[in-house]
């Protein structure tokens, strides 16, 4: 069990209709400790690909995403959400349902901050029914970019966000991956995941 | 003319109504150097504060109160906003006008997350009718705790906001004041600040 399945079993708690919260930790009060062992860890996993930019979505991605662009020194950008379309003479847009506030929310970003043939790793807290990620890909294609990856803390692998994005040849990393979860009886069953391979990740002497 | 100064003259956009754009480094796109050397700043001016919490509210204050969280080894929180009023029973809520959207929103931090006794730290990008600011006060102070101080990145020296903070008696510290500005001429004047004095800086041994 690694670092975050261990904490979401400790502080995380789970609610009826499928609700896990992790508020006391990941996005509401942030535990700088853990957000930057998930910027770690990201880092790890996607060892030797090539990150011109972090990019997320408001507002809970932002603590990650930040000390994320602090490891790779790259600059993060955040894509705003918004009930309303004004001009988008100088953003791209796109579209994603909110679950959370049952309405669909037009999400851009401002035409300078993703660029063409930029490799882009997308960062976010939760994936569900992957419609922020898809947004943040259509954004970044829309640049003329190129998705390097896709990092998400927390995957909910019974809903089919994370099944699309690997079908559809994304290189995803979950750090979490809840297969299922119960309100009665408040137990969680994480997808095992491989083990960090040691052999693989020789020291080096500098 | 601090490293903030000189920033904003540098890559802020001053756009017609006194707004002014900083989304190339600070609220849209984030330039970590600088986000970095704005939480070092706070440290320094907040010296000698004892500070068990810093609270910011979404979206823009999240990656500067990250980086300032992690120097203090502190927890952060952010509020969250939203237009309609659900259950407040976990809730401690203000409200504080959006002059961007231009409607009242309610402001919002559950329970667990502030607490008697803590003395909690504000922090925002941006200081100008004092909303914002008012509204987080106001939270800290429904859960018993105490303001340690107030972090601004840039204050609008023509409105109210800080004015009004500091006749409060709040320990405001904003690193960037603008006196006026000019869409015209593309011209800012900062306030004059204090120079750091390094004669009351001594170098401790260790």
């Given amino acids: 069990m690694n670092f975050l399945e261990e904490k979401i079993l400790t502080d ?6 499928n609700i896990l919260k992790v508020d006391s930790f990941l996005n509401h009060q942030i535990e700088i400790d853990i957000i930057r062992q998930i910027a770690y860890e990201f880092k790890r996993r996607f060892r030797g690909v090539e ?13 990650i995403a930040t ?7 790259v600059p993060v950008v955040f894509a705003k959400k918004s009930e309303t379309a004004n001009s988008t003479d100088d953003k791209y847009m796109s579209q994603a349902y909110s679950f959370t506030h049952k309405r669909m929310n037009n ?3 401002s035409h300078p901050y993703l660029r063409p043939g930029e490799k882009v790793l997308i960062i976010d807290d939760f994936l ?3 419609q922020a990620v898809h ?8 640049a003329g970019g190129e998705v390097a990856g896709i990092g998400i803390a927390i995957e909910k692998g019974q ?3 994370g099944l699309e994005l690997r079908q559809e040849g994304y290189h995803l990393e979950s750090i979490a991956i809840i297969d299922n979860m119960d309100w009665h009886t408040q137990t969680i069953h994480f997808r095992p995941q491989p083990q960090q391979k040691l052999e693989n990740t020789p020291i080096k002497a500098q």
């Fill in 159 to 161: 809903q089919r966000g």
């Fill in 135 to 142: 947004a943040l890909i259509d954004l970044v294609h829309q």
């Fill in 12 to 17: 995380g708690v789970i609610k009826p209709n």
């Fill in 51 to 63: 990150v011109n930019r972090v990019l997320t979505i408001e507002a809970s991605g932002i603590a």
């Fill in 67 to 73: 000390l994320l662009g602090d490891l790779y020194d």
């Fill in 128 to 130: 569900a029914d992957g």
């Fill in 107 to 109: 999400v851009f970003i």
